[in-house]
């Protein structure tokens, strides 16, 4: 026998148009259930809560009893969600769960041949509409990118502020990426470089101690010298370099010298600072 669970919700919206009273849902959703002979297991029912949000206090419980039930039971698609995703999401559950859905109004039911027929359908639309705008995404960063225009998406590196999509100075985290370049061309191994940071009470972006990683990050990032990086194109920015060109160059051929003091030639390939 499948046991069914049927949630009910409405919202402070919802309150007033007819047919959309828990008391209507209740009796449609009741009478479908004992139509389909399956037996009521629970009924979980959210009041006043909106559908575009899963923070609902009887769907989270539904959810976590889904034990004691085999189908999930509404009287409409939009009683359970509202987005999309949200919707995606909970089928993905449902599924990896072994339960079924069922909705009274758009006749839909999981536990039928059409019911996962339309599914997998109404999967593969998600996820062609998903992956669609993933391209979107890509095709705007790399053209945003070849124009050296502002940030590209990236949490902003240190001694940067982002504005309104734009890299901006700030003043004393530069002067600290200054140091860094100055020091590595004078000769200093870049954990000595991130304990003098320590010392002199230097922050780091996160709060954090440095870490010669952290000091080799922004050694080898392109963006401190005025130009802009994204899927292999590198062109020039629109915002204020911190360091010249050439220093920054000096610092890359520095960083290939000290490794080709510390390894075969074979294996000089990458141009991440490596230790004096």
């Not at 449902?94 to 079924?100: D, H, I, R």
Request: proline share 4%.
């Amino acid at each position: 026998m499948t046991r069914a669970a049927l949630y009910t919700r409405v919202s402070t919206e919802d309150q007033a148009k007819e047919g959309f009273s828990l008391e209507a849902q209740r009796r449609r959703i009741n009478d479908f259930c004992a139509a389909r002979g399956w037996t009521p297991a629970n009924a979980y029912v959210d009041d006043g809560y909106s559908a575009r949000s899963t923070r609902r206090p009887a769907y989270e419980r539904m959810m976590s009893e889904r034990d004691r039930w085999d189908l999930l039971l509404v009287v409409k698609m939009d009683r359970i969600h509202r987005n999309a995703k949200n919707f995606m999401t909970m089928m993905e559950d449902l599924q990896a769960w072994g339960k079924e859905f069922a909705s009274v109004q758009e006749n839909f039911d999981t536990s039928t041949a059409m019911g996962r027929f339309v599914m997998d359908i109404i999967q593969r639309i998600a996820q062609l509409e998903s992956e669609q705008i993933g391209e979107r995404v890509y095709m705007g960063m790399a053209q945003k990118a070849k124009k050296g225009r502002g940030s590209l998406g990236s949490p902003h590196p240190y001694g940067y502020r982002i504005v309104d999509g734009r890299y901006l100075v700030e003043p004393s985290g530069a002067d600290a990426v200054r140091t860094i370049f100055r020091r590595y061309l004078a000769g200093e191994p870049l954990e000595r470089i991130a304990r003098s940071l320590d010392d002199a009470g230097v922050p780091t972006k996160r709060g954090g101690p440095w870490r010669k990683q952290t000091v080799a990050a922004i050694l080898v990032n392109p963006l401190y010298a005025g130009d802009l990086e994204w899927d292999g194109n590198l062109v020039k920015g629109d915002h204020e370099s911190i360091v010249d060109p050439d220093t920054f160059r000096a610092t890359q051929d520095e960083a290939l010298r000290r490794r080709s003091e510390h390894r075969p030639a074979s294996e000089e390939r990458s141009a991440v600072p490596a230790e004096a």
